[in-house]
């Protein structure tokens, strides 16, 4: 128990019961002070770091001295502010984590909240901080002072001020832990990730996988639309032409026209062939029929590579069984390609709220997660927030887990 | 059988939800001198006509309402159980090998799965219906295809004439019909399909349906 070591001074803040008087209770006052000076102390970077802010934001504009001089407060605070981060943290058994919007670049953390709120700390840890921490230390200190001057100076008025001084201890024993868990508590409210932020880095996310979505979305509309103008429509067309003009030649040349009926039947052939691939890569019949567990067995059965499945899930709503085939098509297609394996397999379970599917080969391995195909799977995913982790070290085997959150249809 | 009375005369049940598509499907089939008996356009009502026992085959489209997923496919499943070997040929927009292989589970023969585009080419869909109705087993090109493309490292031990000859037979077609198809005589077709039963390590089966089967079975497995 006396053993001072660093985890037991900063141990959580037990604020217990103050009416019994125990060793160990007070052990850990005395512990809890000494921690409370250290909040003290901090006064005086604080001070400093408060002061050159302001210089900062008084300079910026007119010199660019201030943008100078913010290359060395912004980083000093942000030492500062995360060591009181882990004493906080440790006093209060959680981790205050600072949700700062992106690593400083330039100057955008003039623009992050989260940086504004460490100037806040700062005044605080100046002013009304400095008070609350230097309390229990005065509250202690005092009377030991006139104990050690009575016990050395000898002199009858030491006597009676350390009389006097004896509802200060006892104040002292009552307010030092709820004191320090209150500094913690709102320095963890000052310099911790707010909800509001996290909400707005949330929103950050959404607004950029949105317009990934609305990108991909575009291209897919223009392939479609070429495909069917190039394909399709072109077809049809010419089967127009041709059954025309063997309206016209019926009478005159029956041959001729027989051999145009002929060749437009072929070409009815070739548009409804046209359609199916078209229809294949926008959503699969059989998806669309048996959903993923049925898609995935007859994706498995056209490939050159042995596949297994076991993919038992029920039907999901239409866009996630949509993303999640053709994100297993291209990891599928990627073990085809790249890996050489000699088999493969699919599983997939859904678990009440989350569809996780893992695609597996024996291959080769090295499989580059930045690769188009990969990052493809991750942007398809990514618009259900779902995630892609690729594991694959060199020699195989190659892992893809797929992880998509959503209910059932 | 109620065929055996009237030899030349097939009857059949056609179910097919799209108005112009079942006109023009009753049009061929009649045409060819095959009755239908009993057009419908959703599965209930296909169920109640397979119950019929004067029909020698049924021509189903996969997708039907209510549901339009696969109620054509389920309905052939389900008579061929109540009514072995069956003849049924279904059609789609679109086939799929995982589909194929249900159809073939039992092994039986009197099957057919077809593309619709198929109907296009008349007499080849006519001479279709009559070998499924037979006993026989189609496959469309298609399907056969996408098993033998899946298949390919396999099959790198057969010539280009093996493996075309392959690729017909497991479409359902005699060695008469896969000579006259190649341009070349029947005997010089039996020593190919010999060649291919020894490579593949098949059984060898001497009737055309067995054979077809056993192809597909190896081609799927």
Redesign the interface.
């Known amino acids: 128990m006396t053993d001072f070591t660093a985890m037991q001074i900063l141990a959580p803040v037990r604020l217990g019961r103050p009416l019994d008087v125990t060793a160990g209770g007070l052990l850990d006052r005395l512990r809890l002070t000494l921690v409370s000076a250290g909040y003290a102390a901090s006064f005086v970077p604080s001070l400093a770091l408060a002061i050159l802010s302001v210089l900062c934001v008084a300079l910026g504009p007119a010199l660019g001295l201030g943008v100078l001089l913010a290359q060395a407060v912004v980083p000093a605070t942000a030492g500062l502010t995360a060591l009181h981060r882990r004493v906080s943290g440790r006093l209060l058994d959680e981790e205050i984590t600072p949700g700062y919007a992106s690593p400083t670049q330039g100057l955008r953390w003039m623009r992050d909240p989260a940086r504004w709120r460490n100037v806040g700390f700062l005044w605080f840890s100046a002013s009304g901080g400095f008070a609350m921490s230097l309390l229990p230390v005065a509250l202690l200190t005092l009377p030991l002072t006139w104990l050690i001057l009575a016990l050395t100076a000898s002199g009858w008025i030491w006597l009676l001020l350390l009389v006097l001084s004896g509802p200060a201890l006892v104040a002292w024993w009552f307010v030092t832990p709820p004191l320090v868990r209150a500094r913690a508590l709102t320095e963890r409210a000052m310099l911790g990730d707010s909800r509001v932020a996290r909400l707005e880095q949330r929103v950050e996310r959404v607004e950029e996988s949105r317009a990934e979505t609305l990108d991909h979305n575009a291209a897919e509309v223009r392939r479609i639309e070429r495909d069917l103008h190039d394909g399709a429509q072109a077809r049809i067309a010419s089967v127009g032409m041709n059954v025309g003009l063997a309206e016209k030649l019926v009478h005159t040349d029956p041959e001729a026209a027989a051999a145009l009926l002929r060749e437009a039947?072929e070409t009815?052939?070739d548009a409804?062939?046209d359609l199916?691939s078209v229809?294949?890569g926008i959503h699969p019949?059989?998806l669309?029929?048996?959903g993923l567990t049925?898609a995935v067995?007859?994706l498995s059965?056209?490939?050159?590579v042995p596949t297994s499945v076991a993919v038992e899930v029920p039907r999901l709503p239409a866009p996630v069984e949509s993303a999640a085939y053709f994100a297993i098509a291209e990891c599928l297609a990627n073990t085809v390609k790249h890996a050489a394996a000699t088999r493969a397999w699919v599983t997939g379970r859904y678990d009440g709220d989350r569809l996780r599917i893992t695609v597996g080969d024996d291959g080769r391995g090295g499989a580059d997660a930045t690769g188009s195909g990969l990052t493809g799977v991750a942007r398809r995913l990514d618009a259900f927030d779902g995630d892609v982790r690729v594991l694959s070290p060199a020699g195989g085997p190659t892992l893809v887990e797929l992880e998509v959150p959503c209910r059932t249809a | 059988m109620p065929d055996s009375l009237r030899p030349d005369s097939l009857r059949a049940v056609l179910a097919e939800d799209q108005a112009l598509l079942r006109v023009g499907l009753t049009r061929i089939l009649e045409a060819g001198g095959i009755e239908v008996v009993e057009a419908v356009d959703n599965a209930p009502s296909l169920a109640r006509a397979l119950a019929r026992d004067d029909i020698d085959i049924a021509v189903v489209d996969v997708?039907l309402p209510p549901t339009h997923?696969?109620e054509g496919l389920e309905a052939a499943t389900a008579v061929r159980e109540a009514r072995p070997a069956f003849p049924v040929l279904v059609l789609s927009?679109?086939v799929?090998?995982?589909?194929a292989?249900q159809l073939l589970a039992g092994g039986e023969g009197s099957i057919g799965y077809l593309?619709?585009?198929r109907v296009?080419?008349v007499d080849a869909f006519l001479a279709a219906v009559r070998q499924v109705a037979e006993g026989g087993t189609v496959l469309d090109p298609e399907v056969v295809a996408?098993?033998v493309?899946?298949?390919?490292?396999p099959l790198d031990r057969l010539t280009e004439r093996e493996r075309e000859v392959l690729t017909l037979m497991a479409e359902g077609r005699s060695n008469a019909a896969i000579a006259a198809r190649m341009v070349v005589t029947e005997k010089a077709v039996g020593k190919h399909t010999n060649n291919i039963f020894a490579k593949l390590d098949l059984p060898q089966a001497s009737d055309d349906n067995r054979r077809v089967l056993a192809v597909l079975a190896w081609l799927?497995g």
């Open positions: 039947r009815t052939m409804l062939d199916r229809v294949r019949p059989v669309a029929d048996k049925g067995q007859a059965l056209a490939l050159p | 997708r997923t696969t927009q679109w799929e090998p995982l589909y292989r593309l619709k585009d296009a080419d996408a098993l493309t899946a298949r390919s490292r799927d």
